[in-house]
């Protein structure tokens, strides 16, 4: 059975940064394609950064120069750098890989 839970959430300050994880159990990171999604209260839910199994990276407008999307395939980690967060960046955020998803992490940017 396939797993991924998130860390990393919480309350930052704008202009702060957070590093969100993405655990996953089984052997399928490596793989596939990795993608974050992220929603905001009130609104659908949103793609923001995409790995793919060969490294490279594509990034919504929103959060390109802020955010990196990384992968650990040894420990089977995914990982999303976020600096300079602004309060538009809150939202729950998501893992997701092939039609796997995570529980989510609430990031809370305040101003």
């Known amino acids: 059975q396939v797993q991924l839970v998130e860390s990393g959430g919480g309350l930052v300050q704008a202009g702060g940064s957070l590093r969100l994880s993405c655990a996953v159990s089984?052997?399928?990171?490596?793989?596939?394609?990795m993608r974050w999604y992220r929603q905001p209260p009130g609104k659908q839910r949103e793609l923001i950064a995409s790995i793919f199994s060969w490294g490279s990276t594509s990034y919504a407008d929103s959060v390109k120069g802020r955010f990196t999307i990384s992968r650990d395939n040894a420990k089977n980690t995914g990982y999303l750098q976020m600096d300079n967060l602004k309060p538009e960046d809150t939202a729950v955020y998501y893992c997701?890989?092939?039609?796997?998803w995570g529980q989510g992490t609430q990031v809370t940017v305040s101003s």
């Open positions: 089984g052997s399928i990171l490596g793989v596939n394609v």
């Open positions: 997701q890989i092939v039609n796997y």
